[in-house]
């Protein structure tokens, strides 16, 4: 017998579920460091009951929530208070109007091909003193934030120009969802991601994809971001249709697929992607547990930290990197206690939210300080990215520090020397 | 399908300590909450049963207790369950935040609301608070900091109370959790030292809101002892509970080192019962729901606001098992006449009650679930509330339920 649970409540009256317990007062990290933004409570459920369709927005604070969504992981009571908060911020900014700047940012993935194809001139004019200088007074961009590197050939170029895989006929297929930061600034994680699968026995497919839609909703454009949900589920749901799973390897990528296009986006086929979507480390523990593979790992004594991205804890699916690099000979690895590294994806580019972003890192940094590790190992890019800025240290996706301990070299792959 | 030895249903106190337990002999744990638990909300000191007078042995006035309340949850696991228990939660606190008795009973210690309340264990950062004197105290609150007032707080206590600025412009409005990482700072925490230091007049003691850091609360406290030149301790207040926050970071940090795979944040939605045992359950991450299996598992869902309990407008029920709930016979025995007034109302008596293995029974006494073990506040019996025995309760069952469940 399965006893059938709490039914859903619309969320337009969720707010009075909220009993004002201040759980998430506890971990709202933008809370945590400046009294500007009155928290989750507040923002959320606290000034819902207070909002109306036919009036105009009055909170101009509701844009300093960076979407983390920690507040929704601690809730007692069940309030979606980031969606609440994300609607409010959608209202605002609709009306308010966005600027030229969020309208570009949210449209990396346009550029981003074009970038990499000329990733010689792009890389160093954005390091430019006089370029962050333009784009920190005109777009305020903030200069301070080092700016991604573009790489080439891209993922997709590697994937498509590499040799075929001999056996690939008799293998289980897997498809891989890259995301646009693996595809034009982090190539090798992407070349990870197809090493541990085909050391796993897969043969990899890569579907066609766009951007997930994610930076579009960090801006409140839910409309863009459907637009998005709608072609990748276009070209992904076939794929999952024929029986083949999808990975991700980037988090809030694999977030926003899994969990926003249907509760949140309503678009026809969510359910059905998302049951056959997986992190790439649940889907490798997955396999171990089940007894499906054998692969083990060379040992590596070295010094490591992992860091949970917020996107992780929301996917709430436990720390599947941190079990599988425990499985590594050897490695003294290291939980990162700390809640959010404060980036926020786009948030932390923008001028007047900067001092932000480094304020709720400095706590993370002083943790990183403590442990003082070799490398560090975080599964979102966002993190990643704040994280080298504030520490300095080398910083990769736990795939790819795995696939530099698989037993045989990969060829085709060079190892990421840390 | 991954199997797991043992599932906890709730992040509690009761949740923590059953997880930790079992992972302790060995188990593999999945524990999983809809929230972050209780901890954050009255998580602050260790109350085993402040019924029992400062001054009375503990041991003796808990085992009278029992004798006189063979229903209670302490029945279960007598004086010696609870010590054993006990010992383990301190464990887990090494020196320099660690747990601490005032001797062999409970002590009286100030509250937010300025009355005095009575507990057992105290962190370190509260010690300097028990058997305080009005002559020799001194409370301070922070201007802008609404949880806390000082001058309320030591009207009701007798004493002198001041309300001070924090010594860094446009900090007005900080959250508690705001407060507790600057004092992580030794800036900040030594230039507030000063700050109090002025304001003092030769008293010995001085009483700050709960908000001594997150990271090293026992060296903030002693920096701000060095500074202001008398003792210090926190007062514990409105949630968030920063001693809280610190109970429960220990915990999962404790769980995971150790292996256990930590879920939180959506509700577990269903149970799969056969043949009188539990072979799985469902949790809901919207538009997913995932069932998770184990040999054993842990109902530590707390009361009514963590959702363990659940009442409409006639009966209350246990919505995750269907379990039998005990429970006053009509709507119009649940409360006492008036809200406050010493005698417990008779729906906190409402919950679970268990054999001594602490597996649900019905009303004849019969197990219900073979593979269900119930800890916390959930539990049947007890009057948490008027008897403080909150903590003590969910330590000592959280401790015997995973005992229980993994010895079978």
């Known amino acids: 017998m399965t006893h059938a649970g709490e039914t859903r409540t619309p969320s337009h009256t969720l707010p009075d579920v909220c009993v004002r317990c201040a759980t998430c007062m506890a971990v709202c990290p933008v ?101 962050r200088w333009l784009l920190d007074r005109v777009l305020e961009i903030d200069r301070r934030r080092a700016l991604p590197d573009y790489e080439y050939p891209t993922f997709r170029e590697w994937f498509r120009t590499r040799p ?103 678009l026809p086929g969510a359910e059905e992607l998302a049951r056959h979507l997986f992190d790439i480390c649940e889907y490798l523990l997955r396999l171990r547990e089940e007894g499906k593979t054998d692969v083990t790992f060379r040992p590596n004594p070295m010094k490591a930290a992992y860091f949970a991205p917020c996107h992780l804890k929301s996917l709430n699916i436990g720390l599947p990197a941190l079990e599988l690099l425990r499985l590594v000979p050897g490695l003294d690895i290291h939980l990162i206690e700390m809640d959010c590294c404060g980036l926020g994806g786009l948030y932390g580019f923008k001028k007047e939210k900067y001092a932000i972003t480094e304020d ?27 994280i080298r800025q504030l520490t300095k240290r080398t910083v990769l996706h736990p795939i790819q520090f795995l696939r530099d301990a698989l037993p045989q070299p990969i060829a085709g792959f060079s190892p990421t020397s840390p | 399908m991954r199997r797991w030895d043992l ?3 709730g992040t509690g106190l009761a949740g923590l300590t059953a997880a930790r337990t079992a992972i302790e002999m060995g188990a593999r744990v999945l524990i999983v909450g809809r929230g ?18 400062p001054g009375v042995d503990l041991e003796a006035g808990v085992t009278n207790w029992i004798a006189a309340h063979p229903d209670h949850p302490y029945a279960r696991t007598g ?70 007032q000082g001058d ?118 269903g149970a799969t019962v056969k043949d009188g045992r539990c072979e799985g359950i469902t949790i809901c991450n919207p538009p997913l729901e995932t069932t998770y299996r184990a040999e054993s598992y842990i109902l530590a869902t707390g009361r009514f606001l963590g959702g363990g309990l659940w009442a409409d407008m006639e009966r209350v029920s246990e919505p995750l098992f269907h379990l039998p709930v005990s429970q006053p016979t009509m709507r119009g025995d649940w409360f006492q006449e008036r809200f406050f007034q010493p005698e417990a109302h008779p729906i906190h008596r409402a919950g679970i009650v268990t054999d001594m293995a602490l597996r649900p029974v019905d009303e004849e006494g019969k197990t219900v679930l073979s593979n269900v073990w119930v800890a916390g506040s959930i539990l049947a019996r007890h009057e948490a509330i008027e008897e403080h025995s909150r903590e003590g309760i969910a330590i000592a069952t959280g401790y015997l339920a995973a005992k229980r469940a993994l010895t079978l």
């Open chain 1, 31 to 131: 809370a945590r460091v400046t009294p500007r933004f009155p928290g989750p409570k507040q923002a959320g459920p606290g000034a819902q009951r207070f909002r109306s369709a036919a009036e105009a927005s009055v909170d101009d604070w509701i844009e300093l929530c960076t979407s983390c969504r920690l507040c929704d992981t601690v809730c007692p009571a069940g309030v979606p208070i980031s969606e609440l908060n994300l609607l409010a911020k959608a209202k605002y900014l609709d009306e308010r109007g966005r600027t030229f700047r969020d309208w570009l940012l949210v449209r990396s993935d346009l550029f981003g091909e074009m970038a990499a194809r000329f990733s010689r001139i792009v890389n160093p004019l954005m390091k430019n003193r006089a370029v």
């Open chain 2, 152 to 269: 309320t707080v030591s009207l009701h206590l007798k004493c002198r109370g001041v309300n001070i600025p924090l010594p860094r412009y446009g900090l007005e409005g900080l959250s508690a959790l705001a407060l507790a990482r600057l004092m992580d700072e030794e800036p900040f925490r030594n230039s507030l030292g000063e700050v109090i230091r002025s304001q003092k007049a030769g008293e010995k003691r001085i009483g700050l809101p709960a908000v001594l850091g997150l990271r090293e609360p026992a060296a903030v406290m002693e920096d701000l002892e060095g500074i202001i030149g008398a003792r210090v301790f926190e007062i514990p207040m409105l949630p968030p509970s920063i001693p809280g926050v610190r109970i429960f970071n220990r915990f999962r940090e404790h769980l995971i080192a150790k292996g256990a795979t930590f879920l939180m944040g959506n509700p577990v939605t």
């Open chain 1, 360 to 386: 709720i890192g400095r706590d993370l940094a002083v943790e990183v300080a403590r442990i003082d590790p070799e490398v560090i190992l975080s599964d979102c890019e966002g993190c990643r990215m704040q």
């Open chain 1, 164 to 266: 075929a895989v001999t056996d690939s006929g008799s293998r289980p297929r897997i498809a891989y969802f890259h995301g646009c930061f693996t595809n034009t600034n982090e190539v090798d994680v992407g070349k990870a991601a197809v090493a541990l699968l085909e050391a796993h026995g897969f043969a990899v497919d890569v579907p066609p994809q766009r951007c997930c839609g994610i930076p579009r909703l960090g801006v409140g454009d839910l409309q863009g971001a459907k637009e998005m949900g709608g072609r990748n589920l276009a070209s992904l749901l076939p794929t999952v249709q024929e029986g083949t799973d999808i990975v991700f390897s980037s988090t809030s990528c694999g977030l926003m697929l899994r969990h926003e296009y249907g509760p949140l986006l309503n």
């Open chain 2, 7 to 9: 599932i906890v249903i």
């Open chain 2, 36 to 53: 972050m638990g209780s901890l954050v909300l009255f998580g602050n000191t260790i109350d085993v049963l402040g019924a029992i007078p």
């Open chain 2, 79 to 148: 004086w010696a369950g609870i010590a054993e228990a006990l010992v383990a939660f301190r464990e887990l606190f090494p020196p320099p935040y660690s747990f601490v008795a005032a001797g062999m009973s409970n002590s009286l210690v100030p509250t937010g609301a300025g009355t005095l309340r009575p507990t057992y264990l105290l962190p370190v950062t509260m010690r300097a608070g028990a058997g305080i004197t009005a002559a020799e105290t001194l409370i301070v609150g922070f201007r802008g900091f609404k949880d806390f």
